[in-house]
């Protein structure tokens, strides 16, 4: 699945530099990633924050950060922020049973080489190793602003599970593996492309799923 000329690693101090530059351009309206956050995702949880590397220049090419929680403390529709306790992940739950996805960024140098899908499988790794319930996440719906006049967010995703829309990042995590359970609003401050929008994704362990009552089914789209 990973390209040949990238491997996959976790996260060193020595990538934060890199790791904030890319921030800045796949993220041009939000606040960037400070060396402190950086340093203390990877303090509170090494194990959960994966970098892909580009073997010949030695580069970071993208990144997936997570964290454990127990979303019995959150809402369905929290926002980034009360999610990751403001980016720091302060809030990570050595016991959550389940890995929060709550970054994925990609160089675009080096998007469409299938890096997401490849920093998408490790962590599917890493909920299997540590026998948790599932990934979940928030996926942003960068091309639901230029539809908004004529699609309801539900029927914009809808259109988009159905293949007959693509959205540039929600496209992505759909064949990547992650299903949808909802439409939110207010996940990020300042994403105006997503209209202030993004879908609830996840991915469910089948070795290990959650109990039925703390299934996200109960949240899905009718
Ligand atoms: C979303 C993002 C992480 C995808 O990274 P990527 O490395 O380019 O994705 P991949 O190459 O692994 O693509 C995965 C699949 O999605 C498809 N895909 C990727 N980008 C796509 C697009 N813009 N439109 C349609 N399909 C797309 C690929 O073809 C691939 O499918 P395949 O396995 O059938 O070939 C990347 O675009 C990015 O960093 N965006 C900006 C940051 C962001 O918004 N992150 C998401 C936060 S929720």
Not at 59 to 73: C, K, M
Not at 77 to 105: K, R, V
Not at 117 to 129: G, I, K, P, S
Not at 142 to 152: D, K, M, N, V
Request: proline share 8%; hydrophobic share 35%.
């Amino acid at each position: 699945m990973l390209p040949a000329n990238y491997h996959l690693r976790t996260l060193e101090p020595s990538d934060y530099d890199e790791i904030i530059a890319i921030c800045k351009q796949v993220y041009p309206t939000e606040v960037p990633y400070t060396l402190d956050e950086l340093e203390e995702h990877y303090t509170v949880f090494p194990q959960g924050q994966f970098v892909a590397i580009d073997t010949d220049s030695q580069a970071v090419a993208g990144v997936h950060f997570t964290l454990r929680l127990r979303l019995l403390d959150f809402h369905i529709d929290d926002s980034w922020d009360i999610l990751t306790a403001g980016g720091t992940f302060a809030d990570h739950n050595p016991d959550g049973p389940t890995l929060y996805g709550a970054d994925i960024m990609v160089h675009p140098r080096h998007q469409h080489h299938g890096l997401a899908h490849a920093l998408t499988d490790v962590t599917r790794q890493l909920v299997e190793e540590e026998r948790l319930w599932r990934m979940v996440g928030a996926s942003r719906l960068p091309g639901y602003s230029q539809r908004r006049e004529a699609l309801s967010p539900e029927e914009y995703v809808e259109a988009v599970l159905e293949g007959e829309l693509v959205d540039p990042v929600l496209t992505a995590h759909l064949k990547d593996g992650w299903t949808v359970v909802r439409p939110i609003h207010g996940y990020l401050d300042h994403d105006e492309e997503s209209a202030g929008w993004a879908a609830v994704i996840q991915w469910v362990n089948p070795e290990c799923p959650p109990p039925s009552e703390l299934d996200l089914g109960r949240f899905e789209m009718p």
